[in-house]
């Protein structure tokens, strides 16, 4: 599911991308909304792909928070800066989902801002599910090899 935010792009230089999705009771998922960064092409420093697709969906739903409308979930292609995790936390997402690494991000260029451990324990505690260091690859052991680099590095 996660290689669907990653590759949803207007533009070869805008690859970074969010979707969300309703989780249905059978515990499929069915596509809402999706976001990409549009940052560059419309001058405006709030349009992350976080944010973008947020604000569809909320604007499909007309509905200010999504957690009164269901159980929807935040898929996107890198963790996301300190921005977009506050959006994440008002936005009423159930669970969010996260691809590559703010190191990743930080490699091609990108400031990610203040975001800490604590940063993703806050949303757990307000009832937001997070799911972090999937990868394109997205496998337990790759996640659990890299949750063992992290805590090496301190």
């Not at 499929?28 to 909304?33: C, D, I």
């Not at 991000?105 to 937001?128: C, Q, T, W």
Request: proline content about 4%.
């Amino acid at each position: 599911m996660l290689t669907s935010s990653i590759y949803i792009s207007p533009s070869p230089s805008s690859s970074i991308g969010s979707a969300i999705f309703s989780r249905l009771p059978d515990r499929t998922l069915r596509l809402l909304s999706i976001g990409c960064n549009l940052v560059v092409p419309e001058n405006n420093s709030l349009l992350h792909g976080e944010t973008v697709a947020i604000q569809v969906a909320q604007s499909k739903l007309a509905a200010f928070s999504l957690r009164a409308e269901g159980n929807y979930e935040l898929f996107t292609s890198c963790e996301p800066c300190c921005m977009c995790l506050g959006a994440t936390l008002w936005s009423g997402v159930s669970r969010i989902v996260c691809g590559a690494t703010k190191e990743d991000a930080g490699k091609i260029g990108f400031d990610e801002g203040p975001v800490f451990s604590e940063s993703y324990e806050h949303l757990e505690r307000a009832g937001i599910e997070v799911v972090r260091f999937v990868g394109l690859v997205g496998s337990r052991e790759e996640e659990k090899r890299r949750r063992g680099e992290i805590r090496e590095r301190g």
